[in-house]
């Protein structure tokens, strides 16, 4: 998948889609998609005053977060993993938020690490190649016929 299609098909096609699966390119090319956008909305909005760039960077974000969800669920889903996978990244958050305001000295270290480990176990298992052929969730979205290319 190109990155046009990959964004036709996540903005247009699949806006709040939570079924079926993604491939990885289609996944990523939106994670691109979604990351120039955000940086050229900072850009564009940077001479606006602190508050007022904020609120609308955070408009630009809340119209991306369905299709965001949307494809990092099918990509979860061409793994052949439940969607509910997508709440290990806000897991490792609350980890680490409430690892910094724990008593004693250890805890936010330790914490953030066990954060960062589950965040970069999350990236590795968004990375990996889906199952090959038809899973619990749908056809294979790389597959012409029975083959996969």
């Given at each position: 998948?190109?990155?046009?299609g990959?964004?036709?098909?996540?903005?247009?096609?699949?806006?709040?889609?939570?079924r079926?699966?993604?491939?990885?390119?289609?996944?990523?090319?939106?994670?691109?998609?979604?990351?120039?956008?955000?940086?050229?909305?900072?850009?564009a909005?940077?001479?606006?005053p602190?508050?007022?760039?904020?609120?609308?960077?955070?408009?630009?974000?809340?119209?991306?977060?369905?299709?965001?969800?949307g494809?990092?669920?099918?990509?979860?889903?061409?793994?052949?993993?439940s969607?509910?996978w997508?709440?290990?990244?806000?897991?490792?958050?609350?980890?680490w938020?409430?690892g910094?305001?724990a008593?004693?000295?250890?805890?936010?270290?330790?914490s953030?690490?066990?954060?960062l480990?589950?965040?970069?176990?999350?990236?590795?298992?968004?990375?990996l190649?889906g199952?090959v052929?038809?899973?619990?969730?749908g056809a294979?979205p790389l597959?012409?016929?029975n083959?996969?290319?």
């Open positions: 998948m190109t990155f046009a990959a964004v036709r098909v996540c903005l247009k096609d699949k806006y709040a889609c939570f079926g699966r993604a491939s990885r390119s289609e996944f990523w090319w939106f994670m691109l998609c979604i990351g120039l956008i955000n940086l050229c909305a900072g850009l909005l940077s001479p606006f602190p508050g007022t760039a904020m609120g609308l960077n955070f408009l630009v974000s809340l119209a991306l977060l369905l299709p965001n969800f494809v990092t669920v099918r990509r979860l889903h061409d793994r052949n993993l969607g509910w997508l709440l290990i990244p806000l897991g490792s958050l609350l980890l938020l409430l910094r305001g008593p004693g000295a250890n805890a936010a270290p330790a953030a690490l066990l954060s480990t589950m965040c970069v176990c999350y990236l590795a298992i968004l990375s190649p199952t052929g038809p899973n619990r969730f294979d597959a012409t016929g083959e996969r290319p």
